[in-house]
């Protein structure tokens, strides 16, 4: 691969999307900076408005000294910074995220499954589960998370509907501000595209954080993927509008692109085989995120 093409941009936003392969994109971050270049916004969704509050706070010669910024914030970061800004992120199918979402609280929220099915949760956690993309993407998201956290649900989406020009703006978005919108299914090759795109190293990793979905998946009722797929229309269309990008950017790369997906892929499968990835994943995911948290927490201003 040709290292003197790629592109460099002086920020980097993650929009870090739940359950689409999110955390694990944030650890391969890691390798990109040194810890007090990278700055990372996550925690209580009624503290956002505060955290960001706080960004705002620090002089222009600390926030341009910021290479990486990461959290589960929608769209309209990049108007916090003086410099210029590329976003990143991944998507999952919007049918298969909020089940991976109810798998994920089922697993960490005790007595959660026994006191919500998954058709209520539908039905009841729209934030979660109705037309989220759309929302992250076209900035009504971060307008909620700044301004409106406490909002109900019914009144955040009267202020801030999901409607066509909702998702216009989205895909508006999406060309004129993201370098890399990539697809969970196709993790591999996001992250090549990153390397070639934006300058990246990339270890060897395994996945982090993985809800086991898929049984679960297979147990859901038709009637269920039904509802999901007409609560999710917008979402759904703007994923076939990123999945439909990805494959161009796709179609786009020099045989050179090909030939170190390859290499990648094979490297990483042959670490799996010796037993090397876990190894590599307790390192990066326990051991350097521990030390990492610490001093992003110590410079981060």
């Not at 998507?91 to 089922?106: A, D, T, W």
Request: charged letters at 20%; aromatic letters at 12%.
């Amino acid at each position: 691969m040709n290292q003197c093409a790629a592109v460099s941009s002086p920020l980097t936003i993650f929009m870090h999307i739940p359950k689409a392969a999110g955390t694990t994109l944030r650890y391969i971050i890691q390798y990109q900076a040194p810890p007090q270049r990278i700055y990372e916004l996550y925690g209580s969704a009624a503290n956002h408005s505060r955290r960001l509050a706080q960004l705002q706070h620090l002089t222009p010669e600390q926030r341009q000294g910021i290479r990486f910024v990461s959290g589960h914030l929608g769209f309209g970061l990049h108007r916090y910074f003086e410099q210029p800004a590329t976003y990143i992120t991944v998507l999952r199918n919007p049918v298969n995220r909020v089940i991976s979402m109810y798998s994920y609280l089922c697993k960490t929220r005790s007595n959660f499954r026994e006191s919500l099915t998954l058709e209520e949760f539908i039905r009841h956690a729209g934030r979660y589960t109705q037309n989220n993309l759309t929302k992250y993407f076209s900035g009504a998201k971060l307008a909620i998370q700044v301004h409106e956290p406490h909002l109900l649900e019914e009144n955040a989406d009267r202020l801030y509907p999901v409607d066509d020009a909702a998702l216009s703006l989205a895909k508006e978005n999406i060309v004129n501000y993201f370098s890399v919108t990539g697809l969970i299914e196709h993790f591999d090759e996001t992250l090549v595209l990153m390397q070639e795109l934006l300058g990246w190293r990339l270890p060897l990793y395994s996945r982090s954080n993985v809800s086991s979905s898929e049984q679960i998946y297979q147990d859901v009722d038709p009637s269920v993927i039904e509802l999901i797929e007409d609560v999710n229309k917008y979402d759904i269309e703007l994923y076939n509008f990123v999945e439909n990008r990805f494959h161009e950017q796709l179609a786009a790369q020099p045989p050179s692109f090909f030939n170190y997906l390859n290499d990648y892929v094979k490297a990483k499968e042959e670490a799996q085989l010796r037993k090397l990835a876990d190894g590599c994943h307790y390192y990066i995911n326990r051991v350097t995120h521990r030390f990492y948290k610490e001093v992003v927490r110590r410079y981060a201003y």
